[in-house]
């Protein structure tokens, strides 16, 4: 387990270097804008659902304003639930860029025998991995419901779905640059990408950590990806 916390470590130390804090800010930017959009958009589409099972403004005085406060509440429940579904969608969309960034600096030759990602390529993958993620935590929530009395049930329950999803993203965002056939495997241990996920989707629920924390989940890939293609290597 030893590659994880300095993979860790130097992901975190990158973040701030020029090349990738310029991604950092620009893919927080798409994403504020992204999930302006996807709020706006379900608070109004609550209401009018709201309205048309029959909470209608004239069903009673006031009606509007209580169905005004059930969509807010729903909205903020879907969007805490969406906000890691947008971000990593954005970030799975500049991956290659920071991936690049991290390689260039410390792997120049494994950079140099990376495969390109065409824009293509990287939209399938960018949706392929919301839709995983969106269609995981649909199935998740009615049991999350039922785990709502614990207290943390429902945070543990959509913990460990995520760390399992993310960990898959973020190596696959490394690996797929490397791998020449699609059954080829990624080196990287079961453990150490459930944990590196487990992270990364903890600091999604942390207010401002959830800016970073995608951009530190790459970063931080590339770098266990890579040491353990050398560690594979190594005589």
Not at 41 to 62: K, M, N, S
Not at 113 to 136: C, D, K, T
Not at 205 to 225: D, E, K, Q, R, W
Request: glycine share 8%; charged share 15%; hydrophobic share 60%.
């Amino acid at each position: 387990m030893g590659s994880l916390p300095t993979s860790l470590a130097l992901g975190l130390r990158q973040v701030f270097d020029g090349a990738v804090l310029r991604i950092l800010l620009k893919s927080v930017a798409v994403t504020i804008v992204l999930f302006l959009l996807v709020a706006t958009g379900g608070w109004h589409l609550l209401d009018w659902l709201l309205a048309v099972g029959g909470l209608e403004d004239a069903l009673f005085a006031g009606a509007g304003a209580v169905r005004g406060a059930l969509s807010f509440m729903l909205a903020v429940v879907g969007l805490w639930l969406t906000w890691r579904i947008v971000a990593m969608a954005v970030i799975q969309f500049y991956a290659d860029e920071i991936v690049l960034a991290v390689e260039r600096r410390h792997y120049p030759a494994e950079a140099d025998l990376a495969r390109e990602l065409s824009v293509a390529e990287q939209w399938r993958n960018a949706l392929r991995g919301a839709g995983r993620a969106l269609l995981a935590n649909l199935i998740a929530a009615p049991l999350a419901l039922v785990l709502l009395f614990t207290g943390v049930g429902t945070f543990a329950l959509f913990w460990l779905v995520n760390a399992v999803l993310l960990g898959r993203e973020l190596q696959d965002m490394v690996w797929l640059r490397h791998c020449h056939q699609p059954a080829e495997q990624a080196p990287v241990a079961k453990a150490e990408r459930f944990l590196l996920g487990g992270l990364i989707a903890a600091m999604m629920a942390v207010p401002f950590a959830n800016f970073l924390a995608p951009v530190l989940g790459a970063t931080s890939a590339t770098h266990l990806v890579h040491r353990k293609l050398q560690n594979s290597k190594a005589p």
